[in-house]
């Protein structure tokens, strides 16, 4: 049978639709930085003899052509609907759970176990040396996404097992331990974060962070592990008595609506979203205490001196988590109160010890960027709070930690196993 | 370099086939020697010291093909007229060889010739054992070196430490290739390629160079030096590449998912149904990326004029082991069917002697899969299967209903690629173990989300592995081309079809290059 016709008609529209992807990717200019995927695209590989005979200019311009190819994020989101179409429940290593949220996946064979109790123990040490000289020590592991919205998940959808992750920590570190847990399930099933918070979960819907509102609930929960282990005889007598904390009693949180809480952006597409790319997912709003934003501090990091830890500019780019301090560094100091120039200046010297002229003291948070959006409800409670991410921190946290009063560890518990973590580097120097 | 790589579709194709068809057909060397510029590029892109092995190979096999043809003419024309006449016949005989070999009988008529005769085909047959010697020196010692340290320091307590040498990519499948030429030219079976270019072109051919099929030069000798362009051909080349190209990424790659996922689970907890789903999905793979990266070959090689044997015939159909090899890696089987079972006298010795002979060639064929012992046990495990069948189990499996052989065969190969898939022998028993009773608990979680959150996917291979598309593919073009204008109508929905399978293709290529950061960058 003679089939030139056919033959030729997919013959034609075969080299069409190739010379449409080559020539397309040839003449649309190059990306650079991808703001959906955080990072630098590749750009045109250079050719030298060199390159290519080390197969770096190959590695490249694979790469490059991957990058840069003419409608990329369209591909990404084809791909990403057509397994949702299908029924798939992850994608790019994220659950696409009920009410268009995207949720990090973590599986049992993800999850370091050994790495994870391995930091706990170094928290534990770094505990009763603190404990020791008369300091205190908070752990805060803040559940996953996955656990607080199980619920909202694929069905049988797998997950490391959380809660035997949280016996593990509440073996290690006792009443040391803020578990987040009850707190963030009622606030979902109860339907308080939805009342309450303009975002409306404990989690961004589209990003790995915690809301603004998972936050507080975080905070509320800091303040009354303070409590209960600053205001030991309250819970015996009610009476007071001195404290590590300067003798003041340790108040509960005030309600959330009290704190002003202030849309920063309403209009957030987060990691999870970069993910996914997936056009079902609404925006998340950006929410922060008001009294942060009036506050009178001095932020300190990679040198450079700040009255706002509110880096506003970011408002306007893609990763509006990066409102807080612009991102994570080694080390952010921030001081608080009347004495702020003052202070900056001693902090430079590096001797001194707690502004306690206000009976309040200082912290040293450990932590991951889950702190970022954690901090601004602690601007009251201290008059100096160090931050440090032992990810790029290449000092002794050890050492550091004799200069504070309090200690707090504040993690997502997914990350607190992670190897980036690098704990015991930090604490062993 | 790869086909389901963006390099391959976006710029070394286009580039090649667009250069390769500006050459006019009459200059068909060439044509070759773009071809077989653009196949070295392919080879070395990445890793160009390779080349070098590739350009020995060639050069090494060029030669002591010239030296053992020259030796075979002269025998050949100082022979009686019977003897050349058989030499004719076997040129046109039975290609697939078999136990009534044409070639040997070529042979014998020869060696009855004369003494000077003799002497010479002696020198060929010294030559042409050294070439093979040579040839299986190199893969040798490319692939195996740390294997036989490794297996000597196992056995011994050594410490010999092992080299590490990077196995050249398509090795295997070249060497192979080149010693059918040689051992072809040395049976008569071909005359010996004088155009340099048309062999190198041979040995190096882009689109079967890494993965196969394994091409016989006797089965492309003519096209080599005389293939005209087709249109229906080419069309015929596009349809299978973008076939197995969207085997490979739509399915395979997609597929291997679960297995990755279950593979990475502490064994000793998976449940029964979450290893049988694991050496299911990786069943599927294991048939979809190869048997795509087959048809992708053979579409190429359509586009530019060669038309290569069929490499698999829809394996998983099967109602026997013996018929599962009959349809499965087609060239490999018949490769060693041909190389190394008749060689050894066949079922021409006796039962001992045949089954020896079957043992032989399946130890080898595991071997020839990669240079671990699990690769051997595999090779064996099918090896006295094919055994067994050939004694009692073929009778009886023809007395059975079709669904047992059916499920007897699928039992038996998903099981053989767990063997294939699990190189550590520990992880191995205890991942069987937990296939046949015992695992603890029947069903866990991981399976249903595995199996119902993939189920369309698990579906799609499982249709994947039958002609089923194929024949309704068939007979929507039958119906189509009967009516007038249908062949327009035809070409039209058959070009979006394909075209979107490519650019779904595509995106799910795109997508795997996709890695955004969860954190901030520093």
């Known amino acids: 049978m003679n089939m030139k016709k056919r033959s030729w008609i997919l013959i034609i529209t075969s080299v069409l639709f190739l010379a449409f992807l080559c020539v397309g990717t040839l003449v649309t200019p190059e990306v650079g930085f991808s703001e959906n995927e955080n990072r630098y695209l590749q750009a045109a590989p250079k050719l030298t003899v060199d390159h290519v005979l080390n197969g770096r200019f190959e590695t490249q311009a694979e790469d490059y052509l991957n990058d840069q190819i003419i409608g990329r994020s369209l591909w990404v989101r084809t791909m990403a609907m057509t397994e949702a179409a299908l029924g798939v429940g992850d994608i790019n290593g994220v659950y696409l759970a009920a009410d268009g949220r995207v949720v990090k996946r973590v599986t049992e064979a993800d999850f370091d176990w050994d790495r994870y109790r391995k930091n706990l123990k170094q928290v534990a040490e770094l505990a009763e040396s603190r404990e020791a000289s008369g300091g205190r020590l908070y752990a805060m592991l803040v559940p996953t996404a996955a656990y607080v919205y199980q619920q909202d998940l694929p069905s049988h959808a797998m997950r490391f097992d959380e809660d035997r992750a949280f016996t593990d920590a509440a073996d290690a570190l006792g009443d040391r331990l803020i578990d987040l847990r009850a707190a963030m399930q009622v606030a979902v099933t109860d339907g308080s974060a939805a009342r309450e918070s303009a975002d409306g979960g404990v989690f961004f819907r589209t990003d790995h962070h915690w809301s603004g509102y998972g936050a507080y609930l975080g905070y509320a929960e800091f303040l009354q592990a303070r409590a209960a282990l600053s205001n030991p005889l309250r819970a015996d007598g009610g009476e007071e008595s001195p404290t590590a904390s300067g003798g003041v009693m340790i108040p509960a949180a005030a309600p959330y609506a009290k704190l002003a809480p202030t849309v920063l952006s309403d209009d957030f597409y987060g990691t999870l979203y970069s993910k996914v790319l997936l056009p079902t997912l609404t925006k998340d709003s950006v929410e922060t205490p008001g009294a942060a934003l009036t506050a009178k501090y001095r932020v300190r990091l990679n040198g450079e001196t700040y009255d706002s830890l509110y880096f506003n500019e970011y408002l306007d780019k893609k990763d509006k988590y990066a409102v807080y301090f612009g991102g994570n560094y080694d080390k952010v100091d921030i001081e608080i109160g009347a004495a702020t120039g003052q202070a900056a200046q001693t902090a430079s010297g590096g001797s001194e010890t707690a502004n306690r002229a206000d009976g309040k003291g200082s912290l040293l948070i450990l932590k991951d960027s889950f702190a970022n959006s954690f901090v601004p409800y602690l601007l009251d409670d201290y008059s100096k709070i160090t931050m440090i991410d032992s990810r790029y921190y290449r000092g002794s946290v050890t050492e550091l930690a004799e200069d504070y009063d309090e200690v707090l560890v504040l993690y997502g518990i997914d990350n607190f196993a992670g190897e980036k973590l690098q704990l015991s580097k930090s604490l062993i120097k | ?522």
């Open chain 2, 1 to 522: 370099m790869v086909f389901s790589s963006s390099v391959f579709f976006m710029a070394f194709l286009p580039v090649t086939v667009f250069i390769y068809f500006l050459i006019p057909e009459r200059f068909l060397r060439a044509r070759n020697l773009w071809l077989l510029a653009a196949s070295l590029l392919f080879y070395g892109w990445g890793e160009p010291k390779y080349i070098a092995v590739m350009a020995f190979s060639i050069v090494f096999n060029y030669v002591f093909g010239r030296v053992i043809g020259h030796l075979r003419e002269t025998a050949d024309r100082e022979t009686a007229l019977p003897a050349a006449e058989d030499n004719a016949k076997s040129l046109t005989g039975d290609r697939a060889g078999g136990d009534e070999n044409a070639a040997g009988q070529a042979y014998c008529a020869a060696d009855i010739a004369g003494n000077g005769n003799r002497k010479i085909l002696r020198r060929a047959k010294l030559a042409m054992v050294l070439c093979v010697i040579g040839n299986l020196a190199i893969l040798g010692f490319f692939k195996y070196t740390d294997f036989l340290i490794g297996t000597v320091n196992g056995l011994l307590g050594g410490q010999l430490s092992l080299l590490h040498i990077a196995l050249p990519i398509g090795i295997s499948f070249y060497t192979f290739q080149t010693m059918s030429y040689i051992i072809d030219v040395y049976w008569g079976k071909v005359a010996a390629q004088k155009d340099f270019i048309a062999f190198a072109a041979y040995v190096t051919l882009f689109p079967q160079l890494i993965a196969g099929p394994i091409v016989r030069y006797a089965d492309v000798a003519v096209m080599l030096v005389g293939r005209k362009t087709n249109v229906e051909q080419v069309a015929e080349g596009i349809r299978r590449f973008i076939i197995g190209f969207g085997k490979k990424v739509l399915l395979a790659n997609q597929v291997y998912v679960i297995w990755n996922e279950i593979t990475a689970m502490d064994l000793e907890q998976i449940s029964f149904a979450t290893a049988w789903l694991g050496a299911l999905a990786f069943t599927f793979q294991i048939y979809f990326d190869f048997s795509g990266y087959s048809d992708m070959a053979i579409g190429l090689g359509k586009i530019f004029g060669f038309d290569y044997l069929e490499n698999f015939n829809y394996p998983y159909i099967s109602r026997s082991i013996t018929e599962f090899w009959r349809r499965w890696h087609m060239s490999l089987s018949s490769w060693f069917k041909e190389y190394v079972y008749v060689p050894l006298g066949g079922n021409r010795k006796g039962l001992a002697r045949q089954l020896l002979n079957i043992a032989i060639v399946w130890a080898l064929t595991g071997l020839w899969h990669g240079a671990s012992w699990n690769f051997v046990v595999w090779g064996m495990y099918f090896g006295v299967i094919l055994i067994i069948e050939k004694l009692w189990l073929l009778r009886a499996l023809d007395k059975c209903p079709a669904c047992v052989g059916h499920v007897y065969s699928l039992i038996l190969i998903v099981l053989g690629w767990v063997i294939f898939g699990l190189t550590d022998f520990s992880r191995m028993a205890t991942y069987i173990a937990h296939m046949f009773g015992g695992a603890a608990v029947l069903v866990d979680e991981s399976f249903l989300y595995l199996a119902t959150s993939r189920v369309w996917l698990l579906l799609f291979c499982a249709i994947g592995s039958t002609p089923l598309v194929k024949r309704v593919c068939e007979r929507v073009a039958a119906r189509l081309t009967a009516m007038r204008g249908g062949e327009i109508l035809l070409g039209a929905l058959e070009s979006v079809v394909l075209l979107a399978v490519f650019a779904l293709s595509i995106a799910f290529l795109v997508s795997g290059s996709y890695n955004p950061f969860l954190y901030f960058r520093f």
